[in-house]
């Protein structure tokens, strides 16, 4: 499926940023956290990515991962229901400080993993 090429490609554009430039991603972390559309788009986007991965896994060369990863994205965008705005904040602005030590290297699995979604998604609309 296209949408989980374009999710992969999405992420190996964001994990660029986290590799070149580590404090900037922090700091837009905290920065995007304080917006008061923050707490719901990360939950719309975490469940609709999910729903997409869930209905598509199918068009990929690895089903079973895929619909795996779905149903983790729709239980995350939950939890994060469940959590609340006010703790999603906190949270997202305590890991931006904690993990800005590991954003390079974060990045570099999270490019990686983003080119084999790209993969995985074009081969298997290729071999459908």
Known sequence: ?????AFGLLMTC???????KPNYWSDAMVNFSKKP??????INTRIGAG???VLFNKSTLYPH???SMGYLLIAVGFGLLI??????RKFAVWSADKFKSI?????????????FLIYISIIGVISN
């Open 1 to 5: 499926m296209y949408f989980i090429a």
């Open 14 to 20: 964001l994990s660029i940023i986290m590799i070149v």
């Open 37 to 42: 559309y923050f707490h719901w788009f990360e």
């Open 51 to 53: 729903l997409v991965f």
């Open 65 to 67: 991962l895929i619909l």
């Open 83 to 88: 959590t609340g705005s006010v703790k999603h």
């Open 103 to 115: 954003f390079r290297l974060a990045g570099i699995g999270s490019f990686i993993f983003g080119l």
